[in-house]
């Protein structure tokens, strides 16, 4: 039997790497959640009193992720691409390009970096607001761009035991 310690192993938020279909290995400071909510219907059967109650239509939150600005400009073109028809293709009707969302994948790592504890698959995300940084000549600090990503769907891919190092069991 595992003892009430090792049932509560917690997770850390501080190391997790982003990878992105056609964009290389990105990596964040910081990721909001994941969310999904179920819309609830109820109906009263036979002038019953108590509702029965069901789920409904599903709705998933968006996806926002910050980091340093750098170099890289992978994620403004991106960003362009879902309204520039000119760009990888567009066929010029005022239409995005087919191929403008990406799926991707999201892993935490444990503390050693080596082995995961979760990892999500994320399948059709585009970007639904990008943003390149507010400039500020006044302050010491990184300038952090952030992008918010729609998608179709997530799921969580558990990882195999052997990736996972529980302690104090």
């Known amino acids: 039997m595992a003892s009430l310690a090792s049932a ?28 999904t909510e179920f819309a609830e219907i109820k109906y009263y059967e036979g002038g019953t009193l108590i509702p029965i109650k069901w789920p409904g239509r599903v709705t998933m939150s968006d996806l926002t992720l910050e980091r340093g600005v750098g170099t890289d400009s992978n994620f403004d073109t991106w960003a362009r691409q879902v309204v520039d028809t000119s760009l990888a293709g567009g066929h ?17 790592k444990d503390r050693t970096k080596l082995g995961t504890i979760r990892k999500y698959q994320i399948y ?21 761009e952030s992008v918010v990503l729609c998608f179709d769907r997530y799921e969580l891919i558990v990882p195999t035991p052997a990736t996972i190092a529980i302690t104090g069991v």
């Open 92 to 108: 010029g009707a005022g239409l995005p390009p087919v191929g403008f969302t990406r799926n991707m994948t999201v892993t935490n």
């Open 8 to 35: 509560r192993l917690l997770v850390e938020k501080f190391n997790f790497v982003v990878n992105i279909d056609a964009i290389s290995t990105a990596f964040f400071m910081k990721m909001s959640e994941l969310t």
């Open 124 to 144: 059709g995300a585009w970007p639904k607001k990008y943003n390149a940084a507010a400039w500020d000549n006044t302050v010491d600090e990184v300038d952090i």
